[in-house]
Nanobody, 127 residues
């Protein structure tokens, strides 16, 4: 059973930066593609970014492309989300997720294709 724990959320002003971390345990980390999703109050869970098992292939939602960067350190069993130029509309609970197989760009955005999830970390961007 893979366990994932996010950290690094908080309150930041618009234009600021945060780096989220997600530490995984209980599985073979390097075998799992990883992603970040987010969910704002009253909205559905939304795809943010995806990294393949080796981190070579990455996908981003259009709303964060150019501002957010996903990366992973397989030795540390950790995936990161560097968030720059934050906007109030980025306010949400951010979740990391692990998939059991490689996902294409169209599949990566589908929450149901991920097998393991963290508990989430709150990111609040003030205007």
């Amino acid at each position: 059973q893979v366990r994932m724990v996010e950290s690094g959320g908080g309150l930041v002003q618009a234009g600021g930066s945060l780096r989220l971390s997600c530490a995984a345990s209980g599985g073979t980390f390097s075998n799992n593609p990883l992603a970040w999703f987010r969910q704002a109050p009253g909205k559905e869970r939304e795809f943010v970014a995806y990294a393949s098992r080796g981190g070579i292939f990455t996908y981003y939602s259009d709303s964060v492309k150019g501002r957010f960067t996903i990366s992973r350190d397989n030795d540390k069993h950790t995936v990161y989300l560097q968030m720059n130029s934050l906007k109030p509309e980025d306010t949400a609970v951010y979740y990391c997720a692990a998939a059991g197989r490689p996902l294409g760009a169209q599949e990566a955005i589908v929450p149901d294709l991920y097998d393991y999830w963290g508990q989430g970390t709150q990111v609040t961007v003030s205007s």
